[in-house]
């Protein structure tokens, strides 16, 4: 079975400043996973996904996340905040269902508070 | 040139009515799928389908029916609507049916369900 969890459910930073999004996952299979943002009362948008190539892996609007299998995490990551980086953020990994088709498992999402 | 489709996007309705929620997409995707997220945020899928058939049932109440007329569509039928029905269903499709999923998904702005 397949898990993710977002160990913070609120971060606040201040404009400018560095932003990490904490999240752990358990797969039994070697994962794919994924960042969504979703901004208040839209959908949600991919940011970046990980699909077994390289370990660190670029988004948009200055994104970033590292893989790192040996301590099964896949923080997110961004040099600079900026206000319209305010949202919802959930971590996902990828289901094997056995039959052919995927879903995805979502984590409870981190609320990013950015500070004017 | 919307990529996922949802219609309405708002659905506001009484106890024991029943409903449906569209959804579309043109991207060629072969899988479709419906999420559910609650108040709190959390998103959790409730079925796949690929090539027409379901592959994911994940234990929803059977009130809940997907029908899929073709590979472009995937429609959410709710029967006998309950006050815990209140949440926003978001439809996503993607492309391909490896276990790594490694094609990524794709979803609808969602739609905001309100039982009354």
């Known amino acids: 079975a397949q898990s993710v969890t977002q160990l913070d459910s609120h971060v606040s930073v201040s404009e400018g400043t560095p932003v990490l999004l904490r999240c752990n996952y358990s797969?039994?299979?070697?994962?794919?996973l994924f960042w969504y943002v979703q901004h208040p009362n839209k959908g949600l948008q991919l940011l970046l996904k990980?699909?077994?190539?390289?370990?660190l892996v670029k988004g948009i609007n200055g994104f970033e996340a590292e893989f790192k299998k040996s301590e099964t995490s896949f923080h997110l990551t961004k040099p600079s905040a900026h206000m319209s980086d305010a949202a919802e953020y959930f971590c996902?990994?990828?289901?094997?269902?056995?039959?052919?088709?995927?879903?995805?498992?979502f984590g409870k999402g981190t609320h990013l508070i950015i500070q004017p | 040139d919307t990529a996922v489709s949802q219609t309405p996007k708002y659905l506001v309705t009484q106890m024991g009515n029943d409903k449906s929620i569209k959804c579309e997409q043109n991207?060629?995707?072969?899988?479709m799928y419906w999420y559910k997220q609650d108040s709190k945020k959390f998103l959790k899928i409730m079925f796949s389908?690929?090539?027409?058939?379901?592959?994911i049932n994940e234990t929803v109440p059977n009130r809940f029916s997907p029908k899929s007329p073709d590979k472009a569509h995937l429609n959410l039928h709710i029967n006998s609507l309950e006050l815990g029905d209140s949440a926003v269903y978001f439809c996503?499709?993607?492309?391909?049916?490896?276990?790594?999923?490694?094609?990524?998904?794709?979803f609808g702005s969602g739609t905001r369900l309100t039982v009354v």
């Open positions: 990980y699909t077994s190539a390289a370990t």
């Open positions: 991207l060629g995707h072969d899988t």
């Open positions: 389908y690929n090539n027409k058939e379901l592959i």
């Open positions: 996503a499709s993607s492309l391909g049916t490896a276990a790594r999923a490694n094609y990524g998904y794709t």
């Open positions: 797969s039994s299979y070697s994962p794919s």
């Open positions: 996902v990994v990828s289901i094997y269902s056995g039959g052919g088709a995927d879903g995805l498992t």
